[in-house]
């Protein structure tokens, strides 16, 4: 009723015939187009006018002039509801392009500074007996995907379980326990990570200790929180009716869980460890302390330093040789393989959770 | 193998079962949660052991002579600062670029998109440092001037401005930068599963997409939203490396975020002093991380009270 | 059906790809670590081999590798890893047993020696490795040639002197306009052997315009803080009218300032800061094998330019088996060797070690020995 009342009053002034009371009238598709392009020549000619013009300047005024022309336009048009969802729209999408902007200008920058180096010889040479210009930085990729890779191979499994454990088994005090120290654990700063596992091998061979299998320890109590919490709310997502009809069907619980419980939601699952490997990864400090750096190849994880991409990065940037360029453009390189490593993993870990995952859809 | 479960269930006996599988599953999922119990008693143990020489040492003793509590109050003031920033900045954003995903952007470049998203994970944090001190930092020189000269009167932009950029700002954005993929791959998730009926319910009784979202989407999500955001958090108080290479932490107590005067944050202070550090003072920067892991310990208890608090409210079962 | 067969195969064909991935990592070595075919080295020195470790100061990184890589040229069996974890670290992994050999931009406390002899059951060797020039780095659009007084520096940084056109700068650049900019004193923010090299140069050189303690952090608060060599020398490119200290070899494509020493300004030039090393008294009462320096920081000797970090290798005149203690002693004593310092010059922009000074630390060195 009162929706007629104010059609009748708006419409009364541009004298338009009467609209069915149903129907709203709508914005024509190309009107929120053609606001952001009045947006922007308006935008431009203020601030050319002005003397202040910059692109950046440009493109963040003339997105809020778009977003609150948009609102009013279609306010006065459509009624109030509509603006809500038009601005609501507007906002998202921006609140999208906002976060895409900090990628853009990341990988801009790694792959310009990267691709000096991102030759032949750094996939198959390493550091050893190199001064100055030329090698690579093969040993610190083996060491990088050896050291993760066990420490995947040690949280994968723990966290999974783990997090089963708290959304399938664990009720009273020690689901509670494990709950909250999980959350604990997600705090722990990588550094302590490294000294942690520092500490605890030094008790066994000595103060000296330095091994690749050390840093894939300080790795996994840095990465089993992330696996649990991600799987944990994951699994919890899943609808009880899966579980009740499985069970329903006289299936025991854990085939219920191996079944229909993780295939379901395995997607997330799997992006979820992606996120956690891609986490740790990276991380510099804690590789630096136990598993130390080395010139040379190094393929046992159980003896001996191993040299890492990221702690390759860190020293190739934080004390250079003369002339400095060769050991920057090395750590770039060596930064733009490490994305790209993470990149495959990713691709891979969404080809898992497409082969596994059930067709609900 | 979705053959071989079909058979089970097909030939599975309708009485209750407990079978060795099922014991031997429950066995070792609960003695996974029991070795992460272990392992993080490992940890709190090194960390109190090593921790117990700065905390019963005379203060004179003390790295800058002072008493523990003072060295550690403006790291923990500097932590919380910089994770809050990133925490104000990125939940909102994470929570409007999940929604974009999932219920905004064209279904068949939806999936991408999310994958592009995550690829911010992907960055170590390391190259996020470099990436804050050569592009950012320089970025927002213009910005902080502009700050200071409209809004000079908040302490927060009272200035003087760094020529460096090297900002508690430029923290807190480079961390919700880092942060925002962990948030938004969680409540991406989270709101992917919200029940199909409840949103065609909404549709269907005439609700625009956004009122649809706010009714049915986001009631759902909320748990989800802060278990990212917490997650999120835990990475933003134990950043190291980004920090470190990034901040002019010269251990100032000051809201001021666009000084070259900025107090330091736990993790970053013990990457900075810790490998030229003997004795005592590595005891006491490990005292710093025992703080941390308190001040986690607490900010987690709360987000769980929320969560708890809220459960009855949400969707799920 | 047919679905959740493919979805099988598909499944062992992702597992084959991920195995036969890793069987191809594991396959093949690197290139340039193909095994050495006979004495590859030219060397006339018997080869030696084996494995030693070391660890310690990060400014010592540059010229580690460089060492390293033309050590283990000449010597192919040898493999020597160094470990820039920092020279606290170095030296408490030392003392402790954990490396053969470590890093260390400070010589060892009194008390320090006392446990490196114990844990080295023998007395401990410390020589100078590696001297480096520490520039005082400044970025002032339209001016290049900066002179300052040990003073004024230390004015500088204690921020006392906040203007670039101050009088006391002016004073010491007759002829040079000055703008009127603020000055952004650039300090390290991590604890480093430069900070205390630097601060121990104000302490001596400025006297009382430096009421500092002289330590490895940097005790002025409020001023711009960067992490490492590279973060300072960063930090003062990037911000217009910034001055900070870093190593010379690092910073050439900035402004460097003339120190003055006497009556003249020099310049941060390896032979300069050779110099000092030269004209400065050893520590003494610290054992028969450890060469410690009081660096002559106020010197006015004409040449010579004091603001310089020195780092000390440190090692064991006794080691439980022979191969580690050859190892060790070749490895030193190349380091000290006129071939190893002009490397170390010539890849670390170091200065390189005079020859009296090396004829007073071979003998330490050659001492070097299997027993205990």
């Given amino acids: 009723m009162s929706i007629d009342t104010e059609r009748q009053q708006s419409g009364a002034e541009v004298t338009a015939p009467p609209v069915p009371s149903l129907v709203r009238a709508e914005l024509p598709t190309w009107a929120p187009w053609a606001v952001l392009g009045g947006s922007f020549v308006v935008i431009g000619a203020l601030l050319a006018a002005t003397g202040g013009f910059s692109i950046g300047m440009l493109v963040v005024a003339s997105a809020v002039v778009y977003a609150v022309a948009t609102y009013v336009l279609s306010r006065v048009v459509e009624g109030g509801r509509k603006a809500a969802d038009r601005l609501v729209t507007i906002v998202v999408t921006l609140a999208f392009l906002i976060a895409l902007a900090p990628l853009v200008s990341v990988v801009v920058t790694v792959v310009g500074n990267g691709l000096a180096r991102f030759d032949v010889e750094f996939f198959n040479s390493s550091m050893r007996g190199v001064i100055g210009a030329g090698g690579g930085g093969y040993h610190a990729i083996v060491g990088t995907l050896i050291i993760t890779a066990l420490a995947a191979v040690m949280s994968i499994p723990v966290g999974l379980l783990t997090a089963v454990y708290l959304v399938e088994y664990g009720k009273g005090r020690l689901a509670r326990a494990i709950t909250f120290f999980v959350d604990v654990m997600t705090g722990i700063p990588s550094i302590v990570a490294g000294l942690f596992a520092f500490a605890l091998f030094a008790l066994f061979f000595g103060p000296g200790v330095r091994l690749g299998f050390a840093g894939s320890v300080a790795l996994s109590v840095l990465m089993i929180p992330v696996v649990v919490r991600a799987t944990e709310e994951m699994l919890k997502i899943v609808p009880n009716e899966l579980r009740e009809a499985a069970f329903a069907l006289g299936t025991p619980k854990w085939r219920t869980i191996m079944k229909v419980v993780i295939p379901t939601s395995i997607a997330g699952i799997a992006s979820g460890v992606t996120l956690a490997i891609a986490r740790v990864i990276g991380e510099t400090a804690p590789l630096l302390i136990v598993a130390g750096l080395t010139t040379g190849l190094n393929f046992n994880p159980f003896e001996g330093r191993m040299a890492t991409l990221p702690v390759f990065a860190y020293t190739s940037y934080a004390a250079p040789g003369v002339p400095r360029e060769p050991y920057l453009d090395r750590a770039w390189t060596a930064a733009l393989v490490l994305i790209i490593i993470v990149l495959v993993l990713n691709l891979v870990a969404r080809l898992i959770a497409r082969l596994f995952a059930p067709k609900t859809r | ?317 | 059906m047919k679905t959740v067969r493919h979805g099988a195969r598909a499944r062992i064909a992702a597992v084959g790809i991920a195995a036969s991935g890793a069987l191809l990592i594991a396959g093949c070595g690197a290139s340039n670590e193909s095994a050495p075919a006979g004495d590859a080295g030219g060397s006339a020195a018997p080869s030696v081999s084996g494995t030693i470790a070391g660890a310690g100061a990060s400014s010592q990184q540059a010229a580690q590798e460089a060492w390293i890589a033309t050590f283990t040229g000449q010597n192919a069996d040898a493999n020597i890893t160094y470990d820039p974890s920092g020279s606290g670290a170095g030296r408490t992994q030392f003392l402790g047993g954990g490396v053969a050999f470590a890093g260390s931009d400070a010589y060892l406390k009194p008390e320090e020696v006392t446990q490196a002899n114990t844990r080295c059951k023998s007395d401990v060797v410390e020589v100078p490795a590696y001297v480096s020039p520490i520039a005082i780095i400044y970025n002032i659009a339209g001016v290049s040639n900066l002179q300052l007084a040990p003073a004024t520096i230390a004015q500088i940084f204690d921020r006392k002197i906040t203007k670039w056109n101050d009088p006391a700068i002016a004073a010491d650049n007759p002829g040079v306009t000055l703008p009127d900019l603020a000055i952004t004193p650039v300090n390290r923010s991590d604890k480093s052997g430069t900070t205390q090299n630097f601060a121990d140069y104000l302490k001596t050189a400025a006297g009382t315009s430096w009421p500092y303690d002289v330590s490895d952090s940097w005790p002025v608060q409020g001023g711009e803080a960067a992490q490492g060599t590279s973060g300072v020398v960063g930090a003062v490119k990037a911000g217009n009218g910034a001055i900070g200290y870093a190593d010379e070899s690092q910073a050439r494509d900035l402004g460097q300032a003339k120190v003055k020493v006497g009556s003249e300004y020099v310049g941060p030039t390896p032979e300069a800061a050779a110099a000092v090393l030269e004209a400065s008294p050893r520590v003494e009462g610290q054992g028969p094998s450890v060469f410690a320096y009081k660096l002559a920081r106020d010197t006015s000797a004409s040449g010579t330019y004091p603001v310089v970090l020195v780092s000390y290798l440190l090692a064991c005149s006794k080691y439980p088996d022979a191969p580690t203690a050859d190892l060790v002693k070749a490895y030193l004593n190349y380091v000290v060797s006129s071939d190893g310092q002009s490397v170390a010059a010539d890849k670390a922009g170091a200065a390189p070690l005079s020859d009296s000074l090396r004829s007073q630390i071979t003998p330490a060195i050659n001492a070097i020995a299997a027993g205990s």
């Fill in chain 2, 1 to 317: 193998m979705t053959t071989t479960t079909e058979k089970v269930i097909a030939k599975a006996p309708p009485k209750p079962v407990l079978q060795l599988g099922d014991r031997i599953f429950a066995g070792s999922a609960k003695g996974a949660g029991i070795l992460i119990l272990v392992v993080l008693a490992g940890v709190a143990a090194f960390l109190i052991a090593q921790a117990m020489p700065a905390i019963v040492a005379s203060p004179a003793d003390l790295p800058g002579g002072k008493t523990l509590v003072a060295y550690i109050a403006p790291l923990v003031f500097g932590t919380i600062l910089a994770a809050l920033i990133a925490l104000l900045i990125a939940t909102p954003l994470a929570v409007a670029v999940a929604l974009f995903i999932t219920h905004y952007a064209p279904r068949r470049l939806a999936q991408g998109l999310g994958y592009l998203i995550d690829l911010l994970a992907a960055v170590p944090s390391i190259v996020y440092g470099l990436w804050g001190v050569a592009v950012l930092a320089p970025a927002t020189l213009g910005l902080s001037t502009w700050l200071n000269t409209y809004l000079g009167w908040l302490p927060f932009f009272a200035g003087p401005v760094s020529v460096t950029g090297r900002t508690m700002l430029v923290v807190g954005v480079t961390l919700a930068v880092m942060i925002l993929p962990i948030i938004t791959a969680v409540a991406r998730e989270v709101f992917l599963q919200t029940p199909k009926l409840h949103e065609e319910a909404a549709l269907a009784l005439g609700a625009t997409r956004w009122e649809m979202i706010r009714m049915a989407v986001l009631p759902f999500g909320r748990s989800g939203i802060i278990s990212g955001a917490m997650l999120g958090l835990g990475r933003a108080l134990g950043e190291t490396m980004a920090v470190a290479i990034i901040l002019s932490a010269s251990g100032a107590v000051t809201f001021n975020l666009i000084s070259s005067d900025n107090p330091s944050t736990i993790a970053g202070n013990i990457a900075l002093q810790f490998p030229d550090s003997t004795g005592l003072a590595v005891n006491t920067l490990i005292a710093s991380g025992l703080v941390l892991f308190v001040i986690t310990l607490l900010v987690n208890a709360l987000a769980r009270y929320i969560i708890n608090r809220r459960r009855e409210f949400s969707g799920a079962n």
